[in-house]
């Protein structure tokens, strides 16, 4: 059990904390995938604009396993930007996929970080960079504030 609480009909029961069993929150996890490499859930959770996972080769006492922030930041306007896992951010990620080659330096997580308009590639220390996609068109970010957007040109 992770996250929620033991009263299944309560609704306001997410947010974003680290932890185990109740005392996890997520918020709107839209994308898992195990990986039977380095026995890690990885969690695309959503609303907090953040990847978590969840090592499953640890004990666990009372079904309860342990979530933990493995890249993004809390910022009250998520935007594109790449780096290491504490600098980088996403924006709404969604959908994710764990390429191992040969369960070394070498395996990633491809992201669907859908508010941000792509496709971005995680190197298991968690740095993070924007896949460049032949064939469609070029993108730019247009900034108002703090928030920005891409914006496709033709």
């Known amino acids: 059990m992770v996250g929620a609480t033991s009263e299944p009909r309560d609704l306001f029961a997410f947010g974003d904390e680290d932890g185990s069993g109740f005392n996890a929150r997520l918020q709107h996890p839209a994308g898992v995938h195990y990986s039977a490499i380095d026995q890690t859930l990885y969690i695309a959770d959503t609303y907090n604009h953040r990847l978590k ?38 924006h709404e990620p969604y959908g994710l996929w764990v390429y191992s080659k040969d369960g070394e330096k070498n395996d990633y997580v491809l992201l669907a970080d859908t508010s941000n308009s792509c496709i971005r590639k995680v190197n298991m220390e968690g740095d993070v960079e924007t896949l460049e996609i032949k064939g469609v068109p070029a993108a730019a970010l247009i900034c108002e504030g703090d928030a920005c957007k891409p914006f496709f040109m033709q």
């Open 53 to 90: 996972k969840i090592d499953l080769s640890k004990d666990i006492t009372n079904n309860s396993f342990t979530v933990s922030t493995w890249v993004g930041r809390a910022t009250p306007t998520p935007v594109h930007k790449d780096g290491p896992k504490e600098l980088a951010e996403l």
